[in-house]
């Protein structure tokens, strides 16, 4: 194995690690174990949104109405939460499976809108996805009155009810499971999170389905007269990705409780920022569920620890900003590379 | 009068030589017929002549006065101009635009629009053009498209036209029509050459014809006094041979039978029939809806009328995911653009069409994929036989092993092959040709398409050559030389 396909291959997760052993050194309260806890929670949504991303973009496809399915799929899941009957008659843990089932619904559904509308109508992904991005949000506003909506008010008759079905979700969403040596826990969207990172990487690298997403991406023609369902394979990213929106949306509402229809606005463009700097190419074919995880993290390091330097959040978005640009002069440079090395 | 000559042009591309000491003269006020079969170096003659590619060798003298062309810039300004099949136009801009594009006028460094407009409309007229020029290229028909082409090189003052294939996509109307234009800019003396396989132009357009063949000049005379057969024969020459295959078995029951099979503007009422331990040919030229055909057998495109039978069963695929459930695979002709997925393993890329095969709920078992890719790897004899390797590193013998693999791995009963050794070097060639053999004689039907007569020759137990979307004839493999072939994908040859 040459230098070059070892940089191909390791090359993000490398300057992680660089980035961590710099922030160790030069950043006090970096190196902590409730730092790093913190890391994870923060980069949880952006992973999730950017894990179901990746399968789309392996398509050479692109999801952009994730942002807005959150906020769609959130106010959805928080008004069945909060539901007087809803909550009378299933009680405050069902309330939750409810809304957890709405939400990561509607945000299926919505990809398989995304999905049929690329796959089978042949229209280009980046329009179909802005279309439903703004009708999303568009619904999210309509739906709320453009209110955040969940917290009952101190009159309402259902009103500890209600209450004890947003503690219910909460404890997915805000919920922190003890573990020795970790005073404040471990927070469980970060665990929903690992886990989701782990079951994408597992069917895109172990199962039918993924190497299909692969194939189409790298050659749909050839794909195709390999005897692939083509349009399923589409159809199947999206509804993907629109799960995963709708289970950011959950964990979010769970976290705040309460949905917000202005909630995710413009995290579409975070979760390709995540895809991109771990690797998958914009052109298809390549990219892997873990490379959305370091990308995710890239970015969420780079923020805690200028956060923690005190520096204004305006200089962060300028330092992500740099980071996507080098990320993708690096894919550029490694391009005669990687037919060498192979795509993961 | 115009004199443009070449003398000795020598084109090498890795591997192949593309030209072989060409010499070709153009005369002014002359049609100058270039002849060839696909492959014998038309396209990088026409290439050279407008400085799209730079010979190795040779000279180009116009008027005497020796030039060189950089780039095609070059060769526009000294009045030569090349019409390829695929129009350089620009689909959104007006036809007018288009005549002018590259010499615009301008006031004060401004596009002058009214001047555009006269000056394209005036070289439109002289063509007898009857289109607006405002008109977008897009809304063009084809042969509207082509006179914008001309129209652009009379703008230019050209003094050679070259054309390639013109009447290819045109009606017969529209043919009549270009050939009236063809002859109008003879009278101008514009040296023009035709690059064509219909004899009859020839015969109708040209007064002098250039035969190519294998990057040589075989043959150059005056049209009026050759025969069809001379030309054809010219042609066809002593081709190298192949060594031919025989069958081990005779053919048995017909596995896919083909009648009455049409699809509109690609080809009409084809019937033939491919039985099992047979190697059957499609041969023709390019164009003549090979692909086409075999596209419909697989499933890629839906043919408009006609009936598919396979092992005495209806058939009529609408994927090729159902072809291939029906025991059809076919291998196309272009491999790194429909064939390999070549940011792909070899493995990924032989189980491909298998994959299902080697799953237990849908996850892949590593080790079952692994041993049946290297099987099949083993057999066809890859080099290097290394499974991990991406497909798009391999050589082009070696990649369309890949290809092959694949399909293999599927069993099919009905393999059809697009240019199976296209690009492939020697040594593969003859593997690839050993293994369709022994399919054929293991009881499977195979079915080749090859714009290589050699090849056809080598191969084919019947030939079916199809002419213009038409089959013209059917040919005993054994026996047929590749004149016989010839004689029938020619159109408007009168061999036949």
Redesign the interface.
């Known amino acids: 194995m040459n230098a070059r396909v070892l940089l191909s291959r390791y090359g993000v997760p490398m300057v992680l690690a660089l980035l961590v052993v710099a922030a160790s050194i030069g950043v006090p309260g970096f190196f902590t174990r409730a730092n790093f806890t913190t890391i994870l929670l923060h980069v949880s949504i952006n992973a999730i949104l950017a894990v179901g991303l990746t399968y789309v973009i392996i398509t050479a496809g692109i999801d952009l109405s994730v942002g807005s399915l959150v906020g769609l799929c959130g106010v959805l899941a928080a008004a069945t939460l909060t539901d007087a009957a809803v909550v009378r008659t299933l009680g405050p843990a069902g309330a939750a499976v409810a809304a957890t089932f709405v939400g990561l619904g509607v945000g299926a559904l919505l990809g398989f809108v995304n999905g049929t509308l690329v796959a089978s109508l042949r229209v280009a992904p980046f329009i179909v996805t802005l279309a439903t991005m703004t009708v999303g949000r568009g619904a999210a506003r309509l739906f709320t009155g453009g209110l955040p909506i969940g917290f009952p008010d101190a009159g309402d008759p259902d009103y500890a009810g209600k209450v004890a079905a947003l503690d219910a979700l909460h404890l997915l969403g805000g919920g922190r499971l003890p573990l020795p040596g970790l005073p404040s826990g471990f927070p469980v969207p970060a665990l929903v999170m690992l886990a989701l990172i782990a079951a994408g990487a597992f069917v895109l690298s ?4 993924g ?2 997403v ?2 189409v991406g ?2 749909e ?9 083509v349009q399923r394979i589409l159809l199947g990213v999206y509804v993907i990705s629109g799960a995963c929106a709708g289970l950011a949306a959950v964990l979010l509402v769970g976290q705040l409780r309460s949905g917000g229809p202005d909630t995710g606005t413009m995290y579409e463009l975070n979760a390709i920022a995540a895809a991109v700097i771990g690797g998958t190419s914009l052109f298809g ?2 990219g892997s569920a873990w490379g959305a995880l370091t990308g995710a993290l890239l970015i969420g390091v780079l923020n805690n620890a200028l956060d923690l330097l005190g520096v204004q959040s305006f200089w962060q978005e300028i330092a992500k900003g740099v980071i996507i640009l080098l990320a993708v002069l690096f894919d550029v440079f490694m391009k005669s590379g ?6 993961r | 009068m115009t004199t443009l000559a070449l003398r000795g042009i020598i084109k090498r591309y890795p591997g192949v030589t593309a030209l072989d000491s060409v010499d070709l003269t153009l005369e002014g006020g002359q049609v100058h017929a270039l002849l060839g079969e696909n492959g014998a170096g038309k396209s990088t003659l026409l290439k050279v002549l407008a400085g799209a590619t730079a010979p190795d060798d040779g000279t180009i003298t116009l008027d005497g006065a020796p030039v060189t062309f950089a780039a095609p810039r070059d060769a526009l300004e000294l009045g030569i101009t090349v019409i390829y099949q695929e129009f350089s136009l620009v689909p959104a801009l007006s036809a007018a635009a288009n005549v002018m594009l590259g010499m615009e006028p301008t006031r004060f460094g401004l596009l002058d629009a009214a001047a555009e407009r006269a000056r394209a409309a005036a070289a439109l007229t002289a063509l007898g053009a009857g289109f607006d020029p405002a008109t977008p290229v897009a809304q063009l028909a084809v042969a509207e498209r082509q006179l914008a082409e001309l129209a652009r090189a009379l703008v230019r003052d050209a003094r050679v036209i070259a054309l390639d294939e013109p009447t290819a996509a045109l009606s017969h109307r529209e043919t009549e029509a270009l050939f009236a234009r063809v002859r109008a800019l003879r009278e101008r003396g514009i040296a023009v050459v035709l690059v064509t396989h219909r004899l009859e132009e020839v015969r109708a357009l040209a007064d002098t014809v250039t035969v190519l063949r294998d990057g040589r000049r075989i043959w150059t005379g005056v049209v009026a006094d050759a025969t069809d057969a001379t030309i054809i024969h010219h042609m066809v020459g002593r081709a190298v041979e192949m060594e031919r295959l025989a069958a081990a078995r005779a053919p048995g029951e017909p596995a896919l039978v083909v009648a009455g099979l049409t699809r509109d503007r690609a080809f009409r009422d084809i019937a033939f029939a491919v039985r099992r331990g047979e190697i059957v040919a499609l041969a023709g030229l390019v164009g003549a809806g090979r692909t086409e055909v075999a596209r419909c057998l697989a499933g890629a495109d839906r043919s408009t009328a006609g009936t598919m039978t396979l092992q005495g069963e209806p058939y009529a695929p609408r994927s090729p995911a159902e072809a291939i459930r029906r025991g059809v695979f076919y291998l196309p002709e272009e491999r790194k653009t429909q064939g390999l997925v070549l940011g792909m393993s070899v493995q990924e890329n032989v189980t491909l069409a298998t994959l299902a095969r080697f799953c237990r709920a849908g996850v892949v078992r590593a080790s079952a994929e692994r041993e049946a890719a290297q099987a099949q790897v083993n057999a066809l004899e890859l080099r290097p036989p290394d499974l991990a390797r991406a497909a798009g590193t391999l050589s082009g013998g070696n990649q369309q092993k890949v290809v092959l693999a694949k399909a293999l791995l599927a069993g099919p009963d009905v393999l059809i092959v697009d240019e199976p050794t296209r690009g492939v070097d020697v040594g593969a060639k003859s593997e690839i040709h050993r293994r369709l053999r022994s399919l054929a004689d293991a009881g499977k039907a195979v079915l080749v398409i090859s714009s290589e007569l050699p090849e056809v020759l080598a191969l084919a137990d019947r030939i079916v050559v199809l002419c213009e979307g038409r089959v013209r004839g059917e040919l005993d493999g054994r026996t047929a030389g590749a004149q016989d072939v010839l004689a029938l994908a020619l159109p408007g040859s009168a061999a036949a």
């Open positions: 172990r199962t039918r389905f190497r299909y692969y194939a790298g050659n023609e050839a794909s195709r007269l390999s005897g692939i369902p074919g390549v990687r037919a060498v090395g192979g795509r």
